[in-house]
């Protein structure tokens, strides 16, 4: 194989290594009319997750004001059908934080808005209160679904989930002296946003461009040192 293209094929490899990982919002408004069958409960709650599409890890926080809540799980089916049971929450102490691995499958159902948070109740075995998980829209303000806003408190509380995604918007907000905000792609059921906001950011892997500069460095030695023979 000649020189060059020992040289291009290591330098293909390394940039393709470099690529990064996509973390989206996902999350709902929790109420008794999203529950199948609907039901007449005055409990309220929201659900605001982050999603890492590379090793897909879903990590929500959950917060709710059911005061006696039997169970709270991750359903897999799509708005209006009711699901089986992917994830059984660790605690029901409001804020709930749950994370749990998808399997490919999942991974599909959720970018297809397929996934929803229940919280149970003895009064309603079926389901309490019940939110579909949606892409979403962070920004310092608050957190917007298209159907609720909770305050910036909650959206921390996600965030915080995903270290890289909240500093990346933190570090845009205090570089411009604005605040950042994101918006939806259109299609709406990828979860992707753009990346003005806290709506993406990037985990770059061990093979980024420090190695990429190393690498091209070895070559390019090894080469002059063949010539110079």
């Given at each position: 194989?000649?020189?060059?293209?020992?040289?291009?094929?290591?330098?293909?490899?390394?940039?393709?290594?470099?690529?990064?990982?996509?973390?989206?919002?996902?999350?709902?408004?929790?109420?008794?009319?999203?529950?199948?069958?609907?039901?007449?409960?005055?409990?309220?709650?929201?659900?605001v997750c982050t999603y890492d599409?590379?090793?897909?890890?879903?990590?929500?926080?959950?917060?709710?004001?059911?005061?006696?809540?039997?169970?709270?799980?991750?359903?897999?089916?799509?708005?209006?059908?009711?699901?089986?049971?992917?994830y059984t929450f660790p605690t029901?102490v409001s804020p709930i934080v749950?994370?749990?691995?998808?399997?490919?499958?999942?991974?599909?159902?959720?970018?297809?808005?397929?996934?929803?948070?229940?919280?149970?109740?003895?009064?309603?075995?079926?389901?309490?209160?019940?939110?579909?998980?949606?892409?979403?829209?962070?920004?310092?303000?608050?957190?917007?679904?298209?159907?609720?806003?909770?305050?910036?408190?909650?959206?921390?509380?996600?965030?915080?989930?995903?270290?890289?995604?909240?500093?990346?918007?933190?570090?845009?907000?205090?570089?411009?002296?604005?605040?950042?905000?994101?918006?939806?792609?259109?299609?709406?059921?990828?979860?992707?946003?753009?990346?003005?906001?806290?709506?993406?950011?990037?985990?770059?892997?061990?093979?980024?461009?420090?190695?990429?500069?190393?690498?091209?460095?070895?070559?390019?030695?090894?080469?002059?040192?063949?010539?110079?023979?």
């Amino acid at each position: 194989m000649k020189p060059s293209a020992v040289l291009s094929a290591l330098v293909a490899f390394l940039v393709a290594g470099s690529a990064s990982a996509a973390v989206t919002n996902w999350g709902g408004a929790l109420n008794g009319a999203n529950e199948v069958p609907a039901n007449a409960s005055t409990f309220k709650g929201n659900a605001v997750c982050t999603y890492d599409d590379v090793v897909r890890q879903l990590t929500c926080t959950i917060t709710h004001d059911v005061p006696a809540p039997t169970s709270g799980h991750f359903h897999t089916a799509a708005k209006g059908v009711v699901g089986n049971v992917i994830y059984t929450f660790p605690t029901l102490v409001s804020p709930i934080v749950a994370s749990t691995s998808l399997s490919p499958a999942q991974d599909t159902l959720l970018k297809a808005n397929g996934l929803y948070v229940n919280i149970h109740t003895a009064a309603n075995p079926g389901g309490e209160i019940r939110a579909q998980l949606e892409p979403i829209v962070v920004t310092d303000a608050g957190v917007t679904d298209g159907s609720t806003t909770t305050d910036a408190t909650t959206s921390s509380s996600s965030s915080s989930s995903s270290s890289s995604s909240s500093s990346s918007s933190s570090s845009s907000s205090s570089g411009s002296g604005n605040t950042s905000t994101s918006s939806s792609t259109s299609g709406g059921t990828s979860g992707k946003t753009d990346d003005g906001g806290c709506n993406t950011s990037s985990d770059s892997s061990p093979w980024g461009f420090g190695a990429l500069a190393v690498g091209v460095a070895v070559v390019l030695g090894a080469l002059r040192k063949r010539r110079a023979a």
